[in-house]
C-alpha cells in the first residue's frame, strides 16, 4: 500500500477520508500545517499527495508548487481534490502539473479510493496515469 500525505485546507473534511485510507491499509499523514507537510516530504518517503482543496489561494496549491520547483519531489505524484465550480483552481492545478483532479461532490471520497485500489496490485508506489482525468459523480 501507499504512504500518502494528504495536506487539507479545510479541518472539517479529512477524517472521513484518512480513516477510509487507513481501512484500505494505506498509511497517512494528515495535517493544515504547510511546514509539517514539507518536513514530512523531506524527511520520509511519500508515494502520493492527496490535496484537498478549497480555493485558489490555498496552502494546499502553494505546498504543491514547492513540490513541483524542488528537483528531488518533482515527479511526486499529486492528485487535486476541488469543488466543481473553481476554474481558477482546476487552471492552477493544470498549470502546477496535477496527476489527476477528483471533483469534490457528494461521493467524491468513493471516486478516490477507487483510483487508489487500481493500483493495489503494482510492486511500484501509487503513481496516476499522465492524463488528465475527471471524476465527478453525480450530486
Known sequence: MATILHFFDDRSDHQALERQLRRDGHDVVGTDDIAYAADVLSNYPVDLLLL??????AASLRLLEAVRSDPQLDDLPAVVCCPPDDSDVLQLARE???????????????????????HHGSPAPVAFDQ?????????
Open 52 to 57: 484537498n482543496v478549497t480555493s485558489s489561494d
Open 96 to 118: 502546477l502539473r496535477a496527476d489527476n483532479l477528483i471533483f469534490k461532490s457528494r461521493g467524491f471520497e468513493r471516486d478516490l479510493l477507487e483510483q487508489l485500489s487500481h
Open 131 to 139: 492524463s488528465w482525468s475527471y471524476y465527478a459523480r453525480p450530486s
